[in-house]
């Protein structure tokens, strides 16, 4: 597939880098074959995403999704920083839970016209900007508490970070309902949601590389009580068994002559 579907990234200009995570393209052209089924892992950032008829911005989805890759077409995608979106609108976050919503609250710009004015910007740099110039002119206040979030989902994302919630309080300094009241408002899920998210993930990243693995022994250096619930928890969001997924990113063995 990385040979048919391009990926770029392109970071912010200065006065968006306090909300905007960084600019994501990604192009496809699948040429006469069949459409393919990628699956996405989610995090916990909102996205504004431009992308021809679809348009929309998207808080953070709960569960793992699945994208049909057919065709050729390109889109481009805003990455918020965690809690970065909620400044540019007027409600939680948590609204916004496994939803959209059109760009015109947000851009003050109806959402098929900002649609065209990216998607017809031709070259990276001139989609980037499009996106870049219809955010800057709506640049909301710097928001503490948005700061406060982010730092939050950084410790729990942090290799052996905490496991806990009650942990992640201790290391953000706040007590657990102000915690699950920020994440509410700013992040759009739960402290506990996200500290099992970056468990999960983590241990996705160690299952891809390429030696022997040791399932019980992951299970209890990424905090899970037993191997059973490590492989229930994985299982659900991933979509196959944590030995399944490490035999799939094996690489193929070569035939002998």
Not at 116 to 141: I, K, N, T, W
Not at 170 to 199: C, D, M, T
Not at 221 to 240: E, I
Request: hydrophobic residues 45%; contains cysteine; positive net charge.
């Amino acid at each position: 597939m990385a040979r048919r579907i391009r990926l770029a990234t392109y970071p912010p200009s200065a006065p968006l880098a306090r909300f905007v995570d960084y600019f994501w393209i990604v192009e496809w052209n699948m040429g006469e074959r069949a459409p393919e089924i990628q699956r996405v892992l989610p995090y916990p950032n909102a996205h504004l995403v431009f992308d021809r008829g679809q348009s929309a911005i998207h808080g953070v989805v709960r569960g793992a999704f699945e994208r049909t890759v057919a065709g050729a077409g390109r889109v481009l995608g805003v990455r918020f920083r965690p809690g970065g979106l909620r400044p540019f609108i007027a409600h939680p976050v948590s609204r916004l839970a496994d939803r959209t919503m059109p760009f015109d609250e947000v851009l003050r710009v109806p959402t098929p016209v900002a649609e065209q004015r990216v998607l017809d910007g031709g070259s990276d740099a001139g989609m980037v900007g499009a996106a870049e110039a219809m955010l800057l002119a709506v640049l909301p206040a710097p928001d503490a508490r948005a700061l406060l979030a982010e730092q939050a989902v950084n410790a729990a994302a942090a290799i052996h970070g905490p496991a806990s919630v009650a942990a992640l309080c201790v290391h953000v300094g706040i007590e657990e309902r102000a915690l699950q009241r920020l994440f509410s408002n700013y992040v759009g899920v739960s402290p506990k949601w996200v500290i099992q998210r970056y468990r999960l993930q983590e241990a996705s990243w160690r299952l891809a590389r390429p030696a022997p693995v040791d399932l019980a022994a992951l299970a209890s250096d990424l905090g899970f009580f037993d191997q059973a619930h490590f492989t229930r928890d994985f299982t659900k969001l991933v979509g196959t068994s944590p030995l399944e997924y490490w035999k799939s990113q094996q690489e193929p063995r070569q035939s002998g002559p």
